[in-house]
């Protein structure tokens, strides 16, 4: 092991006690952050009008802080890119990372503090890193460099003295110098705006450099690693050939089951591993501390309070909401935060299931909005993307994205899902492989199997072979190409669907 590689690893592995102490006290750790929040916030415009100088139970936060959407916050996020101190979190704020989010097409600025960077975003990058090397101690990771697949930032528009853009050009542009010496791209490269160009420019910079990992969203990832092999002509099939030390690919944003029958092809053998994180613009919440295993441990200690609520309790007026001592396994809670950034009962739009409760173990099941219920079958993106995965291991098939919207019953007979599929490699059998991806929904979903009995609620789902490139040309029609931006999986309504079929039919 390098001397570098022996520093950085002894440097990292310290925080494995801190991980493993909030494991074990995992109630204390909440409470201890909830009551730091509140004492820091207490003096701030919404502080001092929800009343946190005498907060001194979740009970009493409950009441007086009404749940919140980016739309309903916003009033306070424009003043605080505006540049106004002291609004929603002490001191003003002078980075915000830049979000379309999977529902809504208009974009959001979501404020990062200096204590959510240091305490939160980074924190939980270094975390990753240590828990990896906890569980791997011969890796030589810091002997090379690692690949961060991202976007860019700009000046903000309200306000020339801050900026905004994706969370990993946040987040590449706040890095300390030490980490950088290890990053791959040049910050040039890393931050450029225009992604096709991008892609081209960072094959190119990274080609003959020593890899040990990569980190971004699956789709983007690929998008690269093929560009990469095409410079290469026939000299390289797989990454290993031109990476040989390359160790472990961080992946996040997007299920990695549609895609990992491609990476693993890609990077044969069982040698790359493959690690999950779950980090957002409004925080980095879990991380992936056992291999091959698909929940997450939900990081405690990252200056975040979390609460819960029952997704079919979402839309009442005043919904209850759980902490991680109340939760129970296996049901749909809409995710709700208060951070360090000033986002308080902030529902961030995605859905996760307890695993397990001792320690907090969560899978991302969805979306609030990205989901499909058009008969009470409760379709989820989860359920989704194993049926997805299931059928393309089955028939070797590969998919680049896809989207599904409902056909609502006309009265006279049921609905069904329509599903539009770009694939990689088509199956020999589009129905066979519906087929199989309808019978694994069945197996996964009780509420859909209910529903397809006799057809009686919902009919065999459809499929549209789509052409290749479609989503990429639909991405950029709607300015959502890079790192950040995902194609919504499933939606109540057809607006992508049809959004994607007219441009298809040349009527957009």
Not at 97 to 125: M, Q, W, Y
Not at 227 to 235: H, I, S, T
Not at 301 to 325: C, M, N, W
């Amino acid at each position: 092991m390098s001397f570098i590689n022996s520093v950085a690893s002894w440097y990292l592995k310290k925080r494995i006690y801190q991980i493993e102490l909030f494991i074990k006290h995992p109630v204390e750790t909440q409470m201890e952050v909830f009551h730091r929040l509140i004492s820091t916030a207490a003096r701030t415009d919404w502080g001092r009008r929800h009343g946190y100088a005498d907060i001194t139970s979740i009970e009493q936060f409950q009441a007086r802080v009404p749940i919140n959407t980016y739309e309903g916050l916003f009033p306070e996020i424009e003043r605080v890119l505006k540049g106004e101190p002291d609004v929603l979190w002490p001191g003003t704020i002078k980075w915000f990372s830049k979000s379309s989010g999977t529902t809504n097409d208009r974009s959001k600025f979501i404020p990062v503090s200096e204590e959510a960077l240091e305490d939160c975003h980074f924190k939980g990058g270094k975390d990753m890193l240590a828990i990896y090397l906890d569980s791997r101690p011969d890796s030589e990771i810091f002997a090379g460099r690692g690949l961060p697949i991202g976007g860019s930032h700009e000046v903000n528009k309200f306000n020339e003295h801050s900026y905004y853009g994706d969370l990993s050009a946040v987040l590449i542009q706040n890095t300390p110098h030490v980490f950088n010496l290890f990053r791959a791209t040049s910050k040039k490269v890393a931050l450029m705006s225009g992604w096709e160009d991008k892609i081209v420019s960072m094959a190119e910079e990274v080609r003959e450099m020593n890899i040990t990992s990569i980190a971004g969203i699956p789709t983007w990832t690929l998008l690269l690693m093929h560009k990469l092999l095409e410079l290469q002509g026939n000299y390289s099939r797989n990454l290993f050939e031109i990476w040989p030390g390359l160790e472990v690919y961080f992946h996040g944003g997007v299920s990695i089951k549609p895609y990992r029958q491609q990476l693993e092809a890609l990077a044969p053998g069982g040698k790359l591993w493959f690690f999950e994180t779950y980090n957002a613009s409004e925080g980095f919440f879990g991380l992936q501390n056992e291999r091959d295993k698909d929940d997450l441990l939900l990081m405690l200690d990252y200056g975040i309070f979390y609460e819960f609520i029952r997704l079919e309790d979402l839309d009442e007026p005043h919904p209850p909401a759980y902490t991680i001592d109340n939760v129970e396994l296996g049901t749909n809670y809409a995710m709700v935060i208060s951070t360090n950034a000033g986002l308080w009962r902030y529902l961030i739009g995605d859905t996760v299931k307890f695993t397990n409760l001792h320690p907090p173990r969560i899978v991302i099941s969805g979306r609030t909005k990205h989901f499909i219920n058009s008969c009470g079958e409760e379709l989820m993106v989860d359920n989704a993307d194993r049926a997805v995965a299931l059928a393309c291991e089955r028939l070797g098939a590969e998919i680049d994205n896809y989207t599904v919207a409902p056909i609502y019953s006309d009265g006279v007979q049921a609905g069904y899902h329509e599903w539009l599929i770009e694939f990689i490699v088509a199956p020999s059998d589009l129905k066979q492989f519906m087929r199989l991806i309808d019978d694994s929904l069945q197996q996964l979903n009780a509420d859909y199997a209910a529903k397809r009995v006799q057809e009686l609620a919902l009919r065999m789902p459809t499929l549209h072979s789509l052409p290749s490139g479609t989503f990429y040309q639909w991405m950029k029609r709607r300015d959502k190409l890079g790192g950040q931006n995902k194609v919504p999986r499933l939606s109540n309504s057809r607006e992508y669907a049809d959004s994607i079929l007219e441009m298809l039919s040349g009527k957009a």
